[in-house]
């Protein structure tokens, strides 16, 4: 899993403090070699797009530390039954507003 978020600002070095706008950009979330665990089974197969961490807004929260805060979204999928064998059963997704968001923060 691969996720970016790009977070600008200007330091003012001598005064030890963030001056001016702080900006983010959110990164598509890239998923790759999903598997089944330790199975032989397929891998799970994901009904929509994933956001491992989606930023939803920031502050600061001193000087110099700015407090990220994000939800991580997920799509319905169908995943196996093992260990009672590879036979696939579906699960809801969530996100932001719906079952299953995972709030998160962050500082950078």
């Not at 983010?24 to 397929?42: A, P, Q, V, W, Y």
């Not at 491992?52 to 530390?65: K, P």
């Not at 009672?84 to 950078?108: D, K, N, Q």
């Amino acid at each position: 899993m691969i996720d970016r978020v790009t977070v600008e600002y200007t330091r003012n070095v001598k005064k030890a403090k963030v001056v001016g706008p702080v900006t983010m950009t959110d990164g598509k979330s890239e998923l790759r070699n999903i598997r089944s665990g330790g199975t032989n089974c397929g891998p799970p197969t994901l009904e929509g797009a994933y956001e491992h961490f989606q930023s939803v807004s920031h502050s600061m929260t001193s000087a110099e530390q700015i407090q990220i805060k994000g939800v991580r979204t997920y799509p319905a999928a169908s995943v196996s039954n093992d260990p009672g064998g590879c036979s696939e059963r579906s699960l809801p997704g969530g996100g932001a507003t719906g079952r299953g968001a995972r709030p998160s923060t962050s500082s950078t």
